[in-house]
């Protein structure tokens, strides 16, 4: 199966379990508790070992999070530096367009 997918390593059903846990749920937006319950895990710790977390389902939570709480809190009277929450964001979506250009780099010509 491996060949007929271009894969020139060994696949194992362990593979497919952290394919399965990582790419195909969580970085769907499958919570980790349905996960679990699907894989047959007694503890949630034990999908955690499986199910590693992308840096695009960590872009696209941040994202889902900020269009939540855009306009329900405020700083107002409070001089400070500006937060590095926001200079996270930045750096984030300069990366997420980076890789966005490296994988189609004839997209927007």
């Not at 060994?10 to 349905?34: K, Y």
């Not at 590095?84 to 979506?93: C, G, N, P, Y």
Request: with cysteine; proline share 4%; aromatic share 4%.
């Amino acid at each position: 199966m491996a060949a007929q997918c271009g894969i020139d390593r060994n696949l194992s059903f362990h593979m497919a379990r952290h394919s399965f846990a990582s790419q195909i749920c969580l970085s769907q937006g499958v919570p980790i508790e349905t996960v679990s319950k699907a894989m047959g895990h007694r503890n949630i710790s034990t999908t955690q070992r499986y199910a590693k977390v992308t840096d695009e389902k960590v872009d696209r939570d941040v994202t889902i999070l900020e269009h939540e709480i855009t306009g329900k809190y405020t700083l107002s009277g409070i001089d400070q530096p500006p937060s590095t929450i926001l200079k996270d964001m930045s750096l984030r979506e300069m990366r997420r367009r980076e890789r966005k250009e490296i994988l189609n780099p004839m997209e927007g010509v």
